[in-house]
């Protein structure tokens, strides 16, 4: 994922909402490289959805970074949300 473009993001976010939702974004990318411990998947998913709690938007900015980034939030959340804890996750 050596491609750089703008992460799906709203203006209404503090600075440090945005920061928050960039690390996730860049952990979910991440696991199409390297194995990453699900904590750090779902501690981030977490953070992710206290930021954006409802489904609907949650979909609509998975559907524009998926797109960008060539990856499947949501399947790696739920591969995360399945493995054992401590487990890392690669996808």
């Given at each position: 994922m ?12 503090t ?31 977490g ?24 990856v ?16 890392k996750?690669k996808?």
């Amino acid at each position: 994922m050596e491609e750089e473009f703008p992460m799906p993001m709203s203006m209404d976010w503090t600075k440090e909402e945005i920061i928050d939702v960039m690390q996730f974004f860049q952990v979910i990318e991440t696991t199409y490289e390297k194995a990453v411990i699900r904590e750090d998947i779902l501690s981030r998913y977490g953070r992710f959805k206290e930021i954006v709690p409802s489904k609907k938007e949650e979909k609509q900015y998975f559907r524009q970074f998926d797109e960008k980034a060539e990856v499947s939030c949501w399947k790696t959340v739920q591969k995360a949300k399945n493995a054992q804890p401590g487990e890392k996750i690669k996808m």
